[in-house]
């Protein structure tokens, strides 16, 4: 699969598919395996691309501070590597926090904007869980013990409650052949912490979809829904999970994604 240089890193992608482009962007020490379950569904009739942000997967991991801005940076430097004037955008997590940069300063190059899991900045909770999570990475615990302690803000009680589906959750996580280094992570989350795209919403004009799960416990829903509100063209929608729904329901986001798309545009 396919290498390009970004600024001073070297990003990796995947695509599938042609058509209109669709950029997916994963969010806290995840990669473009996070879009795995639905590549296949959002490529039809879309050129679907998935990529490594910075410190993630096979993309190369800077030991300095990072910013969403230079993420979203990295973003518009890989459209331009793949001469794409204009994409859709879909972010999830700390993903759509750099779609929405994306989109604030580079409205041109954005289509539409999908926000999975996504607020206008990290919540008071959110902030506390993910600055634990990053003490766990540096911590001496084993990946599948640092994996245990996140899953139950990820996953639903159904999940959870259900010995082999849990373990198989955690399992999956602990086993990734392409972990985020410790590092990289702690530098993801301190970009991600200080981020606030507050006061730059009611200038997003882009048609926009926030997703959220019904039994997220770490972006309450009520924080995605507020989002949607404060975005000019923006709607939300729950679907079935919690924070990782788009793991746990894999079909039914991407149906939500697909049936957003397709609709049109408005003019102007």
């Known amino acids: 699969m396919p290498h390009v240089q970004l600024r001073d890193v070297v990003a990796y992608y995947e695509e599938a598919g042609s058509g209109p482009p669709l950029l997916l962007i994963a969010g806290l020490g995840g990669h473009s395996g996070l879009w795995s379950l639905q590549l296949r569904s959002l490529s039809l009739g879309r050129r679907a691309i998935a990529f490594d942000n910075r410190g993630a997967g096979r993309t190369s991991a800077p030991d300095k501070p990072y910013s969403i801005a230079g993420m979203a940076d990295d973003t518009l430097q890989l459209l331009d590597r793949l001469d794409i004037e204009k994409a859709s955008v879909a972010g999830y997590g700390m993903g759509g926090a750099i779609a ?3 989109a604030a300063e580079n409205a041109d190059r954005v289509e539409n904007l999908v926000l999975i899991g996504t607020s206008a900045r990290p919540g008071g909770r959110q902030s506390v869980v993910t600055e634990g999570w990053a003490d766990a990475r540096r911590s001496n615990l084993s990946r599948e013990q640092a994996f245990a302690l996140t899953a139950p803000w990820l996953y639903t009680p159904d999940l959870l409650g259900d010995t082999q589906r849990r373990n198989q959750a955690i399992a999956s996580g602990a086993n ?52 949607a509100e404060a975005l000019p063209n923006g709607t939300h929608q729950q679907l079935p999970g919690a924070h990782a729904g788009l793991v746990e329901h894999p079909q039914a986001y991407a149906a939500a994604i697909t049936e957003f798309l397709a609709a049109p545009v408005p003019a102007g």
């Open 176 to 227: 990734d052949p392409y972990p985020a280094q410790d590092h990289a992570y702690a530098r993801q989350a301190q970009a991600f912490l200080a981020y606030d795209a507050t006061s730059k919403l009611a200038a997003i004009e882009h048609p926009a979809l926030v997703l959220s799960g019904e039994e997220d416990i770490l972006v309450d829903p009520a924080a995605a829904a507020a989002l």
């Open 100 to 102: 929405l940069e994306l």
